[in-house]
């Protein structure tokens, strides 16, 4: 499994930014799939987005326009650029690493994203 570390959480306002980041500890960085999901309280973790190691993306409805997830493989880090950030997107946010997109066997710890009205 991949040792996978997020940072970036925190507090902001409605219609701020924020850029989560994920370190991941393996050799084959550029050779695996990553992704973002979320879990608010009292609900499922749902998907947010993924990308894979050729650098296709794949985005909920729920934010597209808004989020844009990016590798740098030169530092094994995957990012996600929230913009214009909306209370619904309260969660604490996921990090996860796979063979395809459709298959995320390492998680990591979360990081809390707070979005004040």
């Known amino acids: 499994q991949v040792q996978l570390v997020e940072s970036g959480g925190g507090l902001v306002q409605a219609g701020g930014s924020l850029r989560l980041s994920c370190a991941a500890s393996?050799?084959?960085?550029?050779?695996?799939?990553m992704g973002w999901f979320r879990q608010a309280p009292g609900k499922e973790r749902e998907f947010v987005a993924t990308?894979?190691?050729?650098?296709?993306?794949n985005y909920a409805d729920s934010v597209k326009g808004r989020f844009t997830i990016s590798r740098d493989n030169a530092k094994n880090t995957v990012y996600l650029q929230m913009n214009t950030l909306k209370p619904e997107d309260t969660a604490v946010y996921y990090c996860?690493?796979?063979?395809?997109?459709?298959?995320?066997?390492?998680w990591g710890q979360g990081t809390q994203v707070t979005v004040s009205s």
């Open positions: 996860a690493a796979g063979a395809t997109t459709v298959d995320f066997n390492s």
């Open positions: 393996v050799r084959t960085f550029f050779n695996i799939a």
């Open positions: 990308i894979s190691w050729r650098g296709s993306t």
